[in-house]
């Protein structure tokens, strides 16, 4: 080869190898801040997944409990509305005694005009 162009690819080398520490050190450094950062990171996560579990178990012992009162509400409406009902035949039945008071009362109020009158063509006969 010719010595001119072993120089020449020398330089280039060199000039790459210039180029190319600069860029390896930067990245090294990055390296290095990028581990600093995960390790922060990895520390701050510990806490935060056992806190996430506790919340968790927490969220579903709550949602048990809600679940529960649900069913104990649903067990309370359904006695609510049966003894509504039960009401409701009760008040339907004393609405009918009320209306068989009101015809015996209609009844007793008659008897008791007819017996006035009745008494009253007596005395104007006598």
Do not use: Y
Request: net charge positive; glycine share 8%; with cysteine.
């Amino acid at each position: 080869m010719h010595p001119l162009a072993q120089a020449v690819i020398v330089i280039c080398v060199i000039a790459l190898t210039a180029a190319l520490v600069p860029m390896l050190l930067s990245l090294k450094r990055t390296a290095a801040r990028a581990e600093t950062v995960l390790q922060l990171v990895e520390r701050e996560i510990r806490p935060m997944a056992s806190q996430l579990g506790a919340l968790s178990e927490e969220l579903r012992t709550l949602s048990g409990k809600a679940n529960r009162e649900m069913e104990r509400m649903g067990v309370v409406i359904e006695r609510v509305g049966d003894a509504s009902t039960k009401l409701t035949r009760v008040l339907g039945a004393l609405g009918g005694l009320a209306r068989v008071w009101q015809i015996a009362g209609v009844a007793a109020g008659v008897k008791k005009g007819l017996d006035v009158f009745v008494a009253r063509l007596r005395s104007r006969h006598n």
